[in-house]
C-alpha cells in the first residue's frame, strides 16, 4: 500500500486502510473502491492523503498506533468530560475513564510492531481539539515509553496530556476556528485555556497536580519565551517539556480550518530548529529517534531522481528509511529497486510526493 494525496487519487482504487473520523468512527472500510464522487467529498471533509492498495507494496506494513475501538473510547471520555465542564458539574467528573483509556493507549502501543511508521493517522479536521488531544496524547505516551517512565509515570503523564486542551471549553468557538489572523486580544484569550485547564484539573482530587501541571505547562518554552509563566529550562517539569514537543509536532501535521498540513518531513526539522529554544535539547534526542520523518508508505524523491516509496523504517536511523523505487523521472524504470538507505549514503530523500 501507499499513501497518495487525495488530489492524485483515481477513481477505482482500493482503500488499503479505512477512513475514520475524529471519533474513530469507520467513514469507508478498507477495501472500498472509491469513486469520484467518495473522493471530492473526502477532499471537502479535510482529508489530504489516503492509504491505496498497490501490489507493488504489498509487504508495507501499516497497523494503526491505537485500535479504532480504543480511538472512539477515547474520543467518547473526551466529549463526556466535557459535557460535565460546560455543564457546570466538575464535581461529577471521575478520572477513572480516562485512567482507563491511557492503559488502554498503552498496550495498544506496546502491542504495535512498528510504533515508529504508524503514527500517521488518516482523518479530517472536524472536532479538530478532540482530534488533537487524542493524537498528541499517543505522540507523548510513544516519548515517555522511550524516556523510560514507570507504569505509573506514563498513565499520570497520559491523563494530563490528554486533558491538556480541556480550558478551551471556555474559549469561544469563533476564536478558536477562526480562518483569519487573531487580534491580540483573541490571542490572549486563547492563552487562557493552559491556566483554566490547569484549575480544572488541580480541583479535581482524581488527578494528581502533575497531571494538571500538563495543562498548566505544555506552552512554555526552554529560552522562557512561553505562557503562562515564563517558565525557563528547567523549571518546566519533564512531563510539560515532554508534552510540548508532542503538541506542536501533531498541531503541524494535521489539517486545520485556516491552512493545510504540513509533511511530518517538514514539521520534524521545524521541530529540531528550535532546540534550546522551544525545547529541550534533550528531550529533541528522544524525539529525533522515536518518530518517523518519512512515514511508510510515503511517496518520496531521492537525489538521484527516482521516485518512489518508504517500505520499511530503520528505528535507529529515522532519516534513513528503506525504500522502493519505481520511477527516474516520469519514466518507470525495467523493475522496481530497493535501496536501504543505511547502506547508500551518497543518496537522499529530498523531497515528500504523495501521488
Do not use: C
Not at 28 to 56: E, N, P
Amino acid at each position: 500500500m501507499r499513501l497518495v494525496n487525495t488530489r492524485y487519487v483515481e477513481e477505482g482504487s482500493v482503500l488499503a486502510r479505512p477512513v475514520i473520523n475524529s471519533s474513530g468512527r469507520i467513514l469507508l472500510q478498507s477495501g472500498v473502491r472509491v469513486t469520484a464522487s467518495y473522493i471530492g467529498r473526502l477532499m471537502a471533509m479535510g482529508y489530504d492523503v489516503l492509504f491505496i492498495q498497490d501490489d507493488r507494496l504489498e509487504d508495507v506494513e501499516f497497523h494503526m498506533s491505537i485500535t479504532g475501538q480504543t480511538r472512539e473510547a477515547a474520543y467518547k471520555t473526551i466529549e463526556n468530560v466535557s459535557k460535565y465542564i460546560e455543564s457546570g458539574n466538575e464535581s461529577a467528573l471521575k478520572a477513572v475513564s480516562i485512567r482507563e483509556t491511557i492503559q488502554q493507549m498503552l498496550n495498544d502501543l506496546l502491542f504495535s510492531s512498528d510504533i515508529l511508521g504508524n503514527l500517521t493517522e488518516i482523518q479530517g479536521y472536524d472536532d479538530y481539539t478532540f482530534h488533537h488531544s487524542i493524537n498528541t496524547t499517543i505522540m507523548a505516551l510513544v516519548l515517555g515509553l522511550a524516556s523510560g517512565f514507570s507504569e505509573h509515570k506514563l498513565l499520570e503523564f497520559g491523563m494530563g496530556v490528554l486533558m491538556h486542551d480541556i480550558g478551551k471549553i471556555q474559549v469561544p468557538a469563533s476564536i478558536l476556528n477562526k480562518k483569519t489572523p487573531l487580534l491580540a486580544e483573541e490571542f490572549e484569550e486563547i492563552k487562557r485555556h493552559s491556566t483554566i485547564g490547569f484549575d480544572i484539573l488541580r480541583r479535581n482530587n482524581d488527578f494528581s497536580l502533575l497531571s494538571a501541571h500538563v495543562a498548566f505547562q505544555h506552552h512554555e518554552k526552554w529560552d522562557g519565551s512561553g505562557y503562562p509563566r515564563g517558565l525557563k529550562g528547567n523549571e518546566i517539569h519533564e512531563y510539560g517539556k515532554l508534552a510540548a514537543v508532542a503538541d506542536v509536532y501533531e498541531a503541524l501535521t494535521s489539517r486545520r480550518v485556516y491552512r493545510k498540513a504540513i509533511e511530518p518531513n517538514d514539521a520534524f526539522e521545524y521541530i529540531i530548529s528550535q532546540s534550546n529554544k522551544h525545547f529541550d535539547p534533550q528531550v529533541l534526542e528522544i524525539f529525533k529517534r522515536h518518530i518517523a520523518i518519512y512515514p511508510s508508505g510515503s511517496g518520496i524523491l531521492l537525489s538521484n531522481g527516482q521516485r518512489g516509496n518508504v517500505v520499511k523504517q530503520n528505528p535507529a536511523f529515522p532519516n534513513r528509511p528503506l525504500v522502493r523505487v519505481f520511477y527516474q523521472g516520469e519514466e518507470t524504470l525495467p523493475a522496481p529497486i530497493d535501496y536501504n538507505l543505511i547502506d547508500q549514503p551518497s543518496l537522499m530523500i529530498v523531497a515528500v510526493e504523495n501521488r
